[in-house]
């Protein structure tokens, strides 16, 4: 199979649509077609697509509006995705993580780990963690 670029726009143009983000409302064939038949539509257009369908409301319109505004710093931003800083140990890291996960697991907010016996904060590993 091979790339068919009509489906790609059209389904490219259905992940334009801000109503249709907002609600979550996708026509059958946008949902039928990367999952039946991924070889006709564009590994991008596929990457998009997921991050606007997998992950709720919040998500795909957070990740909508970073994409955008890379190509348009000037651009107006519609919301923020709310963050939430937990506190944890190095010595039960994995048994908290755990309870952690189960408790914000159904909320929309984006976690911020931090260790009570470490100084920074943030994503990634920081020099003084080794």
Same mark, same amino acid.
């Given at each position: 199979?091979?790339?068919?670029?009509?489906?790609?726009?059209?389904?490219?143009q259905q992940?334009?649509?801000?109503?249709?983000?907002?609600?979550?409302?996708?026509?059958?064939?946008?949902l039928?077609?990367p999952?039946?038949?991924?070889?006709?539509?564009a590994?991008?257009?596929?990457?998009?697509?997921?991050?606007?369908? !997998?992950?709720?409301?919040?998500? &795909? #319109?957070?990740?909508?509006?970073? /994409?955008e505004?890379?190509? %348009?710093?000037?651009r @107006?931003?519609?919301?923020?995705?709310?963050?939430c800083?937990?506190?944890?140990?190095? !010595?039960?890291?994995?048994?908290? &993580? #755990?309870?952690?996960?189960?408790? /914000?697991?159904?909320?929309? %907010?984006?976690?911020? @780990?931090?260790?009570?016996?470490?100084?920074?904060?943030?994503?990634?590993?920081?020099q003084?963690?080794?």
């Amino acid at each position: 199979m091979c790339i068919r670029d009509s489906l790609t726009a059209k389904l490219h143009q259905q992940l334009q649509d801000c109503i249709t983000l907002c609600s979550q409302a996708w026509p059958q064939w946008c949902l039928s077609l990367p999952e039946y038949l991924p070889p006709v539509i564009a590994p991008d257009e596929r990457y998009t697509f997921f991050f606007r369908t !997998a992950f709720g409301v919040s998500r &795909a #319109v957070h990740f909508t509006q970073e /994409h955008e505004l890379a190509n %348009d710093p000037q651009r @107006f931003r519609m919301g923020q995705l709310r963050s939430c800083k937990v506190t944890l140990s190095r !010595a039960n890291a994995g048994d908290e &993580a #755990v309870e952690i996960l189960k408790q /914000h697991s159904s909320r929309p %907010d984006k976690l911020v @780990f931090e260790y009570s016996d470490a100084a920074s904060v943030g994503s990634g590993v920081h020099q003084d963690f080794f």
